[in-house]
Each structure stands twice: as structure tokens, then as C-alpha cells.
């Protein structure tokens, strides 16, 4: 994996050193000489999850983008200084920790409930609005106690374990980049996508089984552990474990399908994600123009701090909204044919206060296709998209909350 530094960055020591190759594109300043303003443009950034930002060639820390043109007294570096690193850290990566939590655990529930919609072919309420959703979610929980929408949690994220340390391993041990780079090129893009296929076809057993564990009904549902789902996965790729019905579709059935979505969900959700960053610091930077800013210094530092952190954030809750819209449809018809003959149970979601098994006989995923278009019309595809409107609602409300908490922490700092 190639690293996101500039290739002579080591450090703030760098700078001293004597190599020609190293002063091509940086001043010949040492880490002795240099004065503490000059240091405190070389600010390293909290994790890199969502909110947090690396440094590029060429970037600078954004609470130091005006720094004072003199070097006065300590208390007029002082009074001119914005808020402390340490705030900015801190609020750096709890802004992404807060939307990594209502990605994976504050929004189970509503995946858990939609994946159960999708199999259900006997359902008559499709809940393509959230209030019928909400009313049978209520049921299912007030049936089966707190747990019933929120199994599986932790098998989801073994899967996405799984999933960073096969791509990790494959792009290590072959030439397939993990990343592109800014001047990419069509062969560097194919290689990419072959190596996300190839991640999702080792992470699909794992993926199968984890499907299971969410949508099967907490009423005949055993108390499975963590690592449960790699067993389960294990054994479906052997042919071993709990035994399966005729109907149960052999995995080089559902390479195509599983591949065909994990890599359309990619290529959606990043190119999404690119337009809308560059439209929101398209607009950054016209309103940050001199002929929009203001006189209000203290304003001018907080907005320059959201605008460094959460045009990452709206970008990725874009993007992820755009691709689990587009691709709902092919989503529905993947998980009834890794659900087809493993014997699963679910809720009736219908009502919520019974259960339903599974016992459907596709052939593949164009008979799946065809299947769900003759029986169940072309809203059949669509079960349970209501829960994906709660869902990045939810997700909104958590983001627009963070957002005040941190302006307000910035305000008062």
C-alpha cells in the first residue's frame, strides 16, 4: 500500500537532513532554526476515519491558514492564536466516531428489518413508507424484548474485518493497487476493481452467514458468539456444518450477483462522494473569497473548522445514501439467493408477532429476477425501503447534532 505522505517526509527532522534529493521541493530550513510558528504548519490530523484529515502535498492544517506575518510578543501570539490543537483534534475524530456509530450500531436496526423485508416473499406490506415500518419494528420488539433487531451486530463487523484484511493481503501480494492516485489511468482503474472483486469473493461465505444471523428470528435463535459466523462461513465453503436443504445454491452461484453489487456499490459511492466534495469546496472557497468575509474573526475560525472536517462527512453520507437507493433492487435479489435453503426463519413482518420460514426455489439470479416481477410486481423489489428513509434520517439527525455540539466547542474555546 503506497503511503499518502510526500515519499521524503520523516518526520519534522527531515529538514536538517544534507541529501540534495531531499531539497527539490522544500526550503532548506533545519528543525533547530525553525521557529515555532513556522513548526506548527507540520500538525498531524486525528485517525483517518470519516472527519479526520491526512495532510497532502501542498495542504496545510486548517486552523492555520492565517498565521500571523510577524512574530510579536507572546501575548499577541497568544490572543491571535485559534483554538488549541488539542480541541481540534479532539473534535476531529469525534465527528467521525460519531457517524461511524450511526453507520454500524445506531442503524442496525433499521438494516436488520429491511434485510428481513427483502427475503419475505410472503409479505403483503411491502413498507415502502417508514410509519408501517416503525409500527411493525415497535411489534417485533415488544414481542422479543430489545435484542430482536439488533442480532447479528457482531458479525457485521467481522465481515468488514474480514473484508480490509483480504484487500489488505491481495493488494500486498500482488500489483493491484488498493488506491488510486490522483493521476490514475485506465489500467490502474481495472486493477483496483479486480482486486475489490476478488475481496468480496473471499468475504462472501462470511457474508452469507452474517446475512443469516440478522434476518433469523430471535424466537428459535440461539445465542451465537462472535466468531460463530466465521465457523458458519467456513463451513459453508467446505460443505460442512449444520446440514442445508436440495435448494441451497452452491457459492460459485452467487460469485456473480455478490461481485456485481459490492463493486457497483463502490464505484457509485466514490464517484458521488468525489462530486460532492468538489461541489462543497467549490463553494468553500468562493464564500471564503475576501469579498465575502467578514469582519467576525471568531466566526470566520469556526466556520473554517467545519468546513475542514464535514464536506467529508456529508460526502460520505451522500454516497452511501445515492448507492443503497440505486442498487436496493439488486440487493433484495442477492440476499434471497444467499438465504435459499439454509433453513432460515423470520419474523412475519407483515404483523411482527409471528414467525415465517423460508422456502423459496430460484434458480439463479435471473429466475430470481423473473420470479419476483411475475409474483410480486415490480414494488416487490422494493420491500422495506422505508427503513432505509429512517435510516439515513437518523443519520442526518446525527451528523446536524454533531455539527452544533462542535461549533459550539469552537465558540467556547
Given at each position: 500500500?503506497?503511503?499518502?505522505?510526500?515519499?521524503?517526509?520523516?518526520?519534522?527532522?527531515?529538514?536538517?537532513?544534507?541529501?540534495?534529493s531531499y531539497a527539490g521541493g522544500y526550503s532548506g530550513r533545519s528543525f533547530n532554526n525553525s521557529s515555532s510558528i513556522d513548526l506548527q504548519h507540520w500538525v498531524t490530523t486525528p485517525p483517518d476515519i470519516p472527519g479526520s484529515r491526512n495532510l497532502h502535498?501542498?495542504?496545510?492544517?486548517?486552523?492555520?491558514?492565517?498565521?500571523?506575518?510577524?512574530?510579536g510578543t507572546g501575548d499577541d501570539v497568544q490572543s491571535a492564536a485559534p483554538p488549541p490543537d488539542q480541541l481540534n483534534r479532539f473534535a476531529g475524530f469525534g465527528i467521525g466516531l460519531a457517524s461511524l456509530f450511526t453507520e454500524n450500531v445506531l442503524a442496525h436496526p433499521c438494516i436488520v428489518f429491511r434485510r428481513q423485508c427483502q427475503i419475505n416473499y410472503h409479505a403483503r406490506c411491502y413498507h415502502l413508507s417508514p410509519m408501517t415500518a416503525l409500527s411493525v419494528m415497535y411489534n417485533v420488539t415488544k414481542t422479543q424484548g430489545p435484542k430482536a433487531l439488533w442480532k447479528g451486530m457482531g458479525s457485521t463487523f467481522v465481515v468488514q474485518g474480514v473484508t480490509l484484511g483480504t484487500e489488505g493481503i491481495?493488494?500486498?501480494?500482488?500489483?493491484?493497487?488498493?488506491?488510486?492516485?490522483?493521476?490514475?489511468?485506465?489500467?490502474q482503474i481495472v486493477g483496483h476493481l479486480v482486486l475489490k472483486g476478488l475481496t468480496y469473493v473471499v468475504a462472501m461465505p462470511f457474508y452469507s452467514a452474517s446475512l443469516i444471523e440478522t434476518v433469523q428470528s430471535e424466537i428459535i435463535r440461539d445465542n451465537p458468539g462472535i466468531l460463530d459466523c466465521v465457523k458458519e462461513g467456513v463451513g459453508r465453503l467446505m460443505g460442512l456444518g449444520v446440514p442445508h436443504s436440495k435448494r441451497l445454491l452452491p457459492l460459485w452461484r452467487l460469485v456473480f450477483p455478490t461481485v456485481l453489487h459490492g463493486v457497483l456499490h463502490y464505484i457509485i459511492s466514490s464517484s458521488v462522494q468525489k462530486l460532492v466534495l468538489y461541489f462543497l469546496h467549490r463553494r468553500n472557497r468562493?464564500?471564503?473569497?475576501?469579498?465575502?468575509?467578514?469582519?467576525?474573526?471568531?466566526?470566520?475560525?469556526?466556520?473554517?473548522?467545519?468546513?475542514?472536517?464535514?464536506?467529508?462527512?456529508?460526502?460520505?453520507?451522500?454516497?452511501?445514501?445515492?448507492?443503497?437507493?440505486?442498487?436496493?433492487?439488486?440487493?433484495?435479489?442477492l440476499h434471497r439467493l444467499h438465504v435459499q435453503g439454509t433453513r432460515t426463519i423470520i419474523d412475519n413482518t407483515d404483523l411482527g408477532f409471528e414467525v415465517l420460514p423460508i422456502n423459496t426455489q430460484y434458480e439463479?439470479?435471473?429466475?430470481?429476477?423473473?420470479?419476483?416481477?411475475?409474483?410480486?410486481?415490480?414494488?416487490?423489489?422494493?420491500?422495506?425501503?422505508?427503513?432505509?428513509?429512517i435510516q439515513y434520517l437518523l443519520h442526518a439527525a446525527v451528523l446536524q447534532i454533531t455539527k452544533m455540539i462542535y461549533s459550539s466547542l469552537l465558540q467556547n474555546a
Open positions: 500500500m503506497s503511503s499518502r505522505r510526500p515519499d521524503s517526509f520523516e518526520g519534522l527532522g527531515y529538514r536538517g537532513r544534507e541529501d540534495p502535498f501542498g495542504d496545510s492544517t486548517p486552523q492555520f491558514e492565517t498565521a500571523p506575518s510577524q512574530a491481495i493488494s500486498e501480494c500482488t500489483p493491484l493497487p488498493r488506491e488510486l492516485s490522483h493521476k490514475w489511468n485506465p489500467k468562493s464564500d471564503t473569497s475576501p469579498k465575502h468575509m467578514g469582519h467576525d474573526s471568531g466566526s470566520e475560525t469556526v466556520q473554517n473548522m467545519l468546513d475542514a472536517y464535514f464536506p467529508e462527512l456529508i460526502a460520505s453520507f451522500a454516497a452511501s445514501l445515492c448507492a443503497d437507493v440505486l442498487l436496493f433492487p439488486l440487493e433484495t435479489v439463479g439470479m435471473r429466475d430470481c429476477i423473473n420470479v419476483i416481477c411475475r409474483e410480486e410486481g415490480t414494488m416487490g423489489f422494493y420491500k422495506g425501503f422505508g427503513t432505509v428513509v
